[in-house]
């Protein structure tokens, strides 16, 4: 879209030579011949510059620029003047005014300056966009969860934000690696700077290399130029490296430089490079698991894992589904021309009740094929992933006489289901240790021994045998 212009001039001369040199230039120019009538067509349509005259007859430039800022605080103005109102033009400035230019008018000045405002003011918007979206969509507020367990991911994620250190983000495909590390990156000090992601499993070893450190003219064939990489474009932002454990063993020897001498080097290079950035690496794969195999340093593993955040799969955080499809139906609702508006009861239930293997990602998926399929207002049907046999969860709900699940039933089960389930995996990941278990719940062992009581938990199948509690 061009940008629009108002020209306000009570010379009419003027006003025709310079609408025929803006709009030969590419602007929509509509013109003004005096204060008044500026005032009502600023009133009435959004303009990106006003070029105004100093000196008119009735409402002067400097009384239309203060009406101006009145209407429309962010519209820059230019103002035009004689030589002999310079002092004037300066006072305009004052007032608001981005710039002046005298008459008779350099059209070559003219030009640059009206680009130059409009340069400016597109940055402006796009940093106010920027910052709206931030808001909206990198906020926690909008990483959708009422899981105790991702409470305690965000209380972590608020630590960590304020600081510079390297953070190590864990967890199986599709549970949100990404976007917590833009939920770290956009709630730092480095927030105004870039965010440079870059899957390492994407590239080949000679492309991941390039990518990351950028390389010199010549310096293989192909490289007909300079380019810089990742880590450069970056610079005074922060680097995202997700499946960092794809990384090939030469490149990792390049990137425990990065993390402990902030300098890279170009391939071809021959000098050090300063950079100044944050890592955020990410992994679904075991680093530990890799290092014993050979394939993953672990010096390397050691600048990575200064501050670990694992986030639970969505099989721990099954209470959060409601919400989550909510969101997505929202997300996407235009699949639909926002007719498919809530899902029923029991296909949220069905969902409940499956093992999401994809997690998230997966669930997003079946939630953007069930609107596109949806014929009404209400999703009924849910295409579930394939599971392996015994992998269903039961998910029985009590229903009233019209076959509708109520609503606080099916909250109290959500919730039954998920702690009971995480309370089993906590037994036998600590082997029955009700002490090492309660401290990791925050709560008193007589508490474990009543939920071990109430969701019929034979506690004898996770000790070891002799282990006491």
Request: net charge neutral; proline share 3%; glycine share 6%.
């Amino acid at each position: 879209m061009n940008n629009r212009i108002l020209v306000v001039d009570d010379d009419q001369a003027f006003r025709i030579a310079t609408v025929a040199l803006l709009e030969d230039n590419g602007f929509t120019v509509s013109v003004a011949t005096d204060g008044a009538e500026a005032q009502k067509r600023i009133s009435e349509t959004e303009f990106d510059l006003v070029l105004s005259d100093l000196v008119m007859e009735g409402m002067n430039g400097i009384e239309l620029l203060q009406r101006i800022k009145a209407i429309s605080s962010e519209v820059p103005v230019i103002m035009i003047t004689g030589f002999g109102s310079i002092n004037t033009a300066v006072e305009a400035m004052r007032l608001g005014a981005y710039d002046y230019i005298t008459k008779p008018c350099d059209n070559d000045e003219l030009l640059i300056k009206i680009r130059r405002v409009l340069e400016e003011r597109r940055k402006d918007r796009e940093l106010y966009r920027l910052r709206e979206e931030i808001t909206t969509q990198y906020s926690f507020g909008n990483i959708v969860s009422r899981s105790e367990s991702m409470k305690k991911i965000f209380k972590l994620v608020r630590q960590v934000s304020e600081t510079d250190v390297t953070v190590l983000i864990l967890g199986e495909t599709g549970t949100g690696k990404e976007l917590l590390a833009k939920a770290i990156h956009y709630n730092s000090p480095r927030k105004e700077k870039p965010l440079v992601v870059i899957t390492c499993s994407a590239l080949s070893e000679t492309l991941l290399e390039s990518e990351l450190f950028g390389h010199e003219k010549g310096a293989f064939t192909g490289a007909q130029k300079q380019r810089t990489g990742k880590f450069e474009d970056a610079n005074g932002g922060t680097v995202f490296l997700d499946e960092i454990g794809d990384v090939p063993l030469h490149l990792q020897t390049k990137l425990l430089r990065v993390l402990q001498e902030k300098e890279i080097e170009r391939v071809g290079g021959n000098r050090p490079i300063p950079v100044d950035v944050r890592i955020i690496a990410a992994t679904n794969r075991n680093l530990q698991d890799l290092m014993k195999a050979g394939s993953f340093r672990e010096d390397l593993y050691y600048r990575l894992n200064v501050f670990p955040i694992s986030l639970p799969t969505l099989r721990e955080r099954i209470e959060d589904i409601p919400l989550l499809v909510e969101h997505f139906l929202q997300k996407y609702a235009a699949l639909s021309n926002g007719r498919v508006k809530r899902a029923a009861p029991t296909a949220i239930a069905m969902m409940v009740s499956t093992t999401w293997r994809g997690n998230i990602r997966e669930l997003e998926n079946v939630i953007k094929r069930a609107i596109i399929k949806t014929d009404g207002d209400t999703i009924h049907s849910i295409d579930l992933p394939a599971q392996p046999l015994g992998d269903v969860r039961p998910f029985a709900l009590k229903t009233s006489d019209n076959g509708e699940i109520r609503f606080k039933e099916y909250i109290k089960k959500i919730t039954y289901d998920a702690e009971s389930k995480y309370l089993v995996e906590m037994l036998e990941r600590h082997q029955g240790n009700i002490k090492a278990v309660a401290e990791l719940m925050e709560v008193d062992r007589k508490t474990i021994y009543r939920k071990i009581e109430e969701f019929g938990i034979d506690i004898s199948k996770y000790r070891n045998s002799g282990q006491s509690s």
